[in-house]
């Protein structure tokens, strides 16, 4: 299957500080999205991106979809304690002979008061 | 539904047995994903169901593992002679339309014994 490397794999930080994490694939993706996942529920989409160079926010987040369209960034600002959890990164192949979007392996965030 | 349901929440079953898990999707939703977490890994892909159309089952990983949607609706994912390798937690998914983000239920965590 297609190769999503997200990174860091795992962010502790003070609260308050700014955030920064990506992911990458090997090829041409049409969608991106970002979700983030707390302990013992399902993913919850954060925001999605449909076109290369598109830049959206979604209160505090804010995500890109790389010129390239090989390549996502979100990144989170002011954190705050309930920003921790895992996220993912997953998105659609352009020439996407599935039906499934193909997820990263998660950064996992944790804010320290 | 508001949401993705899904039942049970935890499943604890031992080696050799079959296990049901059950996914009631959002109400309209035509699409439907299953996906299974390992612990600290991303989420991978098992079967899509898009209306009456054939599922694409090409996620899953041994003949152990089906699923069939009943009506359109609801979705069970069964895995015959449990092995301990199987042990994740489930997640299901349901969308409007495929090129979209969907929204995932809590997931079940199944543990093997």
């Given amino acids: 299957g297609q190769q999503l490397n997200q990174s860091p794999q795992s962010m502790f930080i003070q609260e308050g500080e700014d955030v920064s994490m990506n992911c990458t694939s090997s090829s041409i993706f049409n969608t991106w999205l970002w979700y983030k996942q707390d302990p013992g529920e399902g993913p919850v989409l954060l925001i999605a991106l449909y076109k290369a160079g598109e830049l959206t926010s979604n209160g505090r987040l804010t995500a890109q979809f790389g010129i390239t369209r090989k390549d996502s960034f979100l990144n989170i600002s002011a954190s705050i304690p309930s920003d921790v959890g895992i996220y993912f990164c997953a998105g659609q192949p352009r020439r996407n002979t599935g039906n499934q979007f193909y997820f990263g392996t998660g950064t996992s965030l944790t804010v320290i008061p | 539904g508001a949401g993705v349901s899904q039942s049970p929440s935890n499943k604890v079953t031992e080696k050799g047995k079959d ?39 090409s996620g899953l990983p041994s003949d152990r593992f089906s699923a069939e949607r009943t009506g359109g609706s609801v979705s069970t994912l069964t895995i015959q002679r449990t092995q301990q390798e199987d042990s994740a937690v489930y997640l299901c998914a349901s969308s409007l339309n495929r090129d979209r983000g969907y929204t995932f239920g809590s997931g079940t965590r199944l543990t093997v014994v």
């Fill in chain 2, 19 to 57: 296990v049901e898990l059950r996914c009631d999707p959002i109400s309209g939703h035509t699409a439907l994903y299953w996906y299974r977490q390992s612990l600290g890994q991303g989420l991978e892909f098992l079967i899509y169901f898009q209306g009456n159309s054939a599922p694409d089952k």
